[in-house]
């Protein structure tokens, strides 16, 4: 993971364009004229080994002779000669190209990396068209045309696409920050360029297409990252899962590799269209209504009411919020009342407001400020068909100050075309959505709903294995490894005649199912194992009390339901004999190879109002463990209502995964049917998320079904594969959880008493907490450690102190008890930001001013170095006013020294050697 040296691919301060040529209809000649005749205004070498000069400038015959290192190199050489120019511009002192060519092999490909390497040369590509960068006025690629300037960054893994998209755009009028076509993506890649294009001024919202996605933790750290501070949308191809049908379990059929990307997307913040138009649909939406004001209920911003001059808008807008999940508000009796004070009498009293087609200008102001200060109104859709009654342009001209007044609350479709041009306009510059169609207004109003939910989903942070307090019952690990250490110490040995790999892999049986389920803290039904004779079931029933279950008990035989190998209420010993003589003879029958070991016995449990659940785990191939929720039973993969979910989870994620399923509504009851038990269902999803984390050996699991209703869940039956090759465990979640191993606790001496303070890595939830540390300091302790005395925060700039990427950021705060007993206060924070190759890491520390001196910030920063050095990062910096005495000593007390180039005569820049 790095951006080392991608500014030179986007800024280069020169060019050179390697296999250059006048060739017509040659890929060197488009690119060579698309750099050289463009915007650019930089140095361009052309290398061309045959010609001596190429359109009036000279020509280069090898990079040897170029008259300087270029900043970027753009390759359009056969693949066999791009290693040897790569190893010669790194040498040169060129530290980015852009590798056109296309039909590398893999060792080609290899060996271009290979040599990249030393010089820690970037390489775009291969087999890409190049990027463009209009900041800078540079078209680095072979591309038909060029493209204005705006703020969208669009990055493409299909080269044809980005063909295609920039003529798309150009007749839009669309600009952009950034153009750029990956290409194989040898070196940089998604994640990279997420990286870079989160810190880059010149972009406000990245879009992404993407057939593929690569290193999942790289690719969701620098999403979350960078998800956090702009709009990122994705278009990602593919949403066939034909490729997991032939999985070996329910769960392993319906995980599907698209649902999974699905839950990437929403963990990550990020907001995932089906077409390239609603790219810049949604790219537009979002920059009206990024950043709500702070306190804003998302969850009545995501409701809808429609105000429409006439009844068909309105019923239009209402059928397409219908078929896209979008909630319509209802409207209080007090607005209602407000309402009806500036309307007709006939007026439809409810959403949609339909405020009639004679309205005249003021009837639109005063229905729209009534919506607008109505909380329950939440986003508010304004159409207007136009009339013979008022210019539509009055209209716009009136109700743009109100919209102005209460931004982030209003969309417009303004239906029509030249009757409503001027007002359109008037809307589109004072930045208010404005669509063609009710249809399209909806639509954007529904990405806006996904987007908001995206985004409370990344500012969740669950920790691996259960939080304290939480709904998930307590693990029990080592129960949970002997279950798995036994069930494979009794497996049989792989074959390995044909080379396989020499791993275990195998099917619990039923009763180990469920008791490794009941480690976890999850109800299961109480199952006994009898021979496989049909007195040995019935007299095993007689003791266990009627009605009963028998189930046929095979480790080759793992639905049981298809082959006919489940019995249920059974009422007395002769049904029990009865059902199992036939089942004996029935699985004989359909199943000849499997070893029968006997019948499992359980109780008949009765519940008529439960709610037949599915709950599972699958170890993706690319992005690791995930969960899946959703209705169960025998029908399971007909009816296909299922969501799926990456660990680790919390409360509010486990709710966040159940609610996308149908299955939802019923848990939440209906007429006499009380709502299930929903704590207790999240809490089986918690567990079996603490599983996954805790034992790498869990390949999946299949709880089918699990039943829940009012009374609470349980699990009547489970399936669990385990395997030596351990394809699971936290190491393997595509998100890092909360580092709760890093928490410590020690009591603390101070001249006015004792009392136990906590080091831990900061949380979202901390934002009140750390703004109250921040409002303790003084105005001059905050100037030493930002060079600033400003003592106010934006709410945007706090949750980026406390909603941090563990993967690439660490904060420790100090906490105490506060002295009335209401919680706990933070007495100090340490910050650093690793650099995405984890060179180097920058850090700030601030301990309340009332504590300095006391030894609290040596231990902060003591565990920070720690730290650091177990991440193996190569360097620790800071940069220190000069005047700032106590930083330096205490940086000088833990090994930190001045650096040898300092930065100005202000400050001074400390560096530490961690390895």
């Known amino acids: 993971m790095s951006i080392r040296h991608i500014d030179d691919l986007f800024e280069p301060a020169s060019v050179a364009v390697i296999g250059a040529t006048m060739r017509p209809g040659s890929v060197g000649a488009t690119v060579w004229r698309n750099v050289r005749h463009g915007r650019y205004q930089g140095p361009c070498w052309p290398v061309n080994r045959r010609q001596r000069e190429l359109d009036g400038d000279k020509a280069y015959a090898s990079v040897a002779e170029l008259p300087a290192a270029p900043a970027l190199a753009v390759i359009c050489t056969p693949a066999d000669t791009v290693p040897g120019l790569i190893a010669e511009l790194g040498a040169k002192g060129t530290r980015a190209a852009v590798v056109i060519t296309a039909g590398f ?185 990024r950043g709500p004001a702070r306190g804003t209920d998302l969850e009545a911003l995501s409701r809808v009411t429609l105000l429409t001059n006439g009844g068909g808008a309105g019923v239009l807008a209402a059928d397409a919020a219908a078929a896209l999940g979008v909630e319509l508000a209802v409207l209080a009796p007090s607005t209602i009342e407000t309402l009806s004070a500036g309307l007709p009498f006939n007026w439809s009293r409810a959403n949609p407001v339909d405020i009639i087609g004679d309205a005249p200008v003021d009837r639109y102001v005063h229905t729209l400020e009534t919506l607008l200060s109505a909380p329950e109104a939440g986003s508010v859709l304004f159409m207007h068909a136009p009339t013979a009654i008022v210019p539509a342009t009055d209209i716009a001209r009136a109700i743009v100050p109100v919209a102005r007044s209460h931004p982030g609350r209003l969309v417009s479709c303004w239906l ?138 095979s480790p080759q035989i793992t639905h049981k339901t298809d082959v006919g190998g489940v019995a249920l209420d059974l009422e007395s010993p002769a049904d029990v004999s009865a059902a199992a003589s036939a089942m004996l003879a029935r699985v004989a029958r359909q199943r000849p190879d499997a070893v029968i070991e006997g019948f499992t016995l359980q109780p008949m449990v009765r519940r008529p109002q439960a709610i037949e659940l599915i709950a599972g785990t699958h170890v993706d191939s690319l992005f690791g463990p995930v969960l899946l929720f959703g209705a169960g039973g025998t029908r399971v993969e007909v009816v296909a209502d299922r969501a799926i979910a990456l660990p680790p989870l919390n409360e509010p994620l486990a709710r966040a995964l159940v609610a996308r399923t149908h299955v939802a509504r019923l848990l939440a009851g209906w007429r006499d049917v009380p709502p299930a038990d929903m704590v207790g269902v999240c809490s089986v999803l918690i567990a079996l998320a603490q599983l996954l984390a805790e034992e790498a050996r869990i390949a999946e699991i299949d709880i089918n079904p699990l039943l829940a209703d009012a009374q609470g869940v349980i699990a009547l039956d489970a399936r669990v594969r385990v395997s030596t090759a ?190």
Request: glycine share 8%.
């Open 105 to 289: 092999t893999s060792e080609q490909k290899q060996a271009m990396l290979d040599a990249a390497r030393p010089y820690v040369l970037r390489v775009l590509g291969p087999n890409g068209i190049g990027l463009l960068s209009p900041p800078v006025g540079l078209n680095a690629s072979f591309a038909h045309a060029d493209i204005g300037e705006g703020g969208l960054a669009f990055v493409s893994q299909s080269g044809a696409l980005v063909g295609a998209m920039l003529d798309w755009a150009r007749g839009r009028g669309i600009g952009f920050s950034r153009f750029v076509s990956l290409g194989d993506r040898a070196d940089v890649d998604f994640g990279d360029m997420l990286d870079w294009l989160a810190s880059d001024s010149k972009t406000r919202a990245i879009l992404m297409y993407a057939e593929s996605l690569s290193a999942p933790r790289k690719f969701m750290s620098a999403a979350r990252s960078a998800a956090r501070n702009k709009p990122v949308l994705l278009v990602k191809a593919g949403r066939s899962s034909a490729g997991q049908r032939a999985a070996a379990s329910h769960t392993g059929a319906l995980a599907g590799s698209d649902l999974v990307i699905d839950a990437a997307v929403r963990r990550a913040g990020l907001l995932r269209v089906d077409t390239l138009q609603d790219l810049f649909v949604a790219a537009e939406t979002l920059a009206y209504f």
């Open 416 to 553: 029509g075309d030249g009757a409503v041009a001027e007002a359109r306009k008037l809307f589109h510059d004072d930045g208010i959505p404005t669509y063609e169609t009710p249809e399209q207004a909806v639509h954007a109003l529904a990405m806006l709903g996904n987007y908001h939910r995206h985004q409370q989903m990344l500012l969740e942070a669950p920790p691996a294995r259960g939080e304290p307090g939480g709904t998930a019952p307590t693990l029990d690990a080592a129960a949970v490894r002997k279950i798995i250490d036994d069930a494979l110490a009794a497996a049989p040995e792989p074959d390995t005649a044909q080379g396989s790999a020499a791993d275990k892999s195998v099917m619990l049986t039923e009763p180990e199912a469920k008791a490794l389920l009941a480690a976890c803290g999850i109800p299961v039904v109480p199952t006994r194992v009898v021979s496989a004779r049909p007195e040995a079931a019935a007299a095993a029933a007689s003791a266990l009390g009627f009605p009963v279950v028998i189930k046929i008990l």
């Open 726 to 915: 351990a394809p699971g465990g936290a190491e393997r979640f595509a998100i890092r959880p909360y580092p709760a191993e890093l928490v410590e606790s020690f009591v603390w001496s101070t001249d006015e008493g004792t009392r136990t303070v906590t080091m831990r890595p900061i949380r979202p939830e901390d934002g009140a907490q750390h703004l109250a540390f921040l409002e303790r300091l003084e105005p001059e302790d905050i100037r030493m450690r930002v060079f600033y005395s400003r003592r106010t925060i934006e709410p945007s700039e706090l949750a980026r102190l406390a909603q941090i990427d563990y993967e690439r950021e660490m904060a420790f705060i100090a906490t105490a008890a506060r002295g009335d007993g209401q919680g706990e206060e933070t007495l100090g924070v340490v910050r650093v930001q690793t650099d995405p190759s984890n060179i180097e890491a920058e850090f700030g520390i601030l301990v309340r001013s009332d504590l300095k001196g006391s030894g609290l910030g040596h231990r902060l920063l003591a565990k920070m170095i720690d730290y650091l050095r177990k991440r193996g990062t190569e360097r620790l910096v800071a940069t220190v006013l000069r005047e700032n005495q106590r930083m330096f000593e205490l940086a000088k007390s833990l090994g930190m020294e001045p650096s040898a180039e300092q930065p100005d005569t202000d400050t001074v820049r400390l560096e530490m050697a961690l390895r």
